[in-house]
């Protein structure tokens, strides 16, 4: 289970990004840092545990609903308890793009693992007139032609 351990970017964003495969993590080495900016963890571990509660709990209850079966379920109390917990950094390969087009800051975060991309853009008026004029051009025709040949 997977817990953020910086506050920015946010912690929904990095859940679009998912999913985040460890299953080749290494060992930490300064190489793979050398000349990139990366942002110290600055969420707790205890911080970190209780936002994966809340999400493991909610897969839990899905769960049980899913092997009780039904259309309806009533769960009056749910139970668990944790055993083994571990709390390890671990670095995830996201890269962060920041560009300013017409004044304006926009973001694009990308999961070097899976390729991922999410992010703003900005919009062009003229580029999005010129496509619905095109569109209504191109319905005018279509219409004006079938007219013409079904008289």
Known sequence: MLATGVS??????LKQLGPWSTADAAGYQSEYLAG?????????AD???AS???V??????DDCRADIGGDEQR?????????DVLF???????WIATYIAGGKTFDVFVNANTGEVIGERPYSAVKIIAAVITALAAITVTVLLYNANAR
């Not at 493991?56 to 209850?61: D, K, L, Y």
């Open 8 to 13: 920015t970017p946010d912690a929904d964003l």
């Open 36 to 44: 990139f900016d990366s942002p110290r963890y600055d969420v707790d």
């Open 47 to 49: 911080a970190g545990f």
């Open 52 to 54: 994966a509660r809340q």
């Open 56 to 61: 493991m709990a909610s897969v839990i209850q």
């Open 75 to 83: 769960v009056d109390h749910l139970s668990t308890t944790d055993h």
């Open 88 to 94: 390890r950094l671990l670095l995830l390969p996201l």
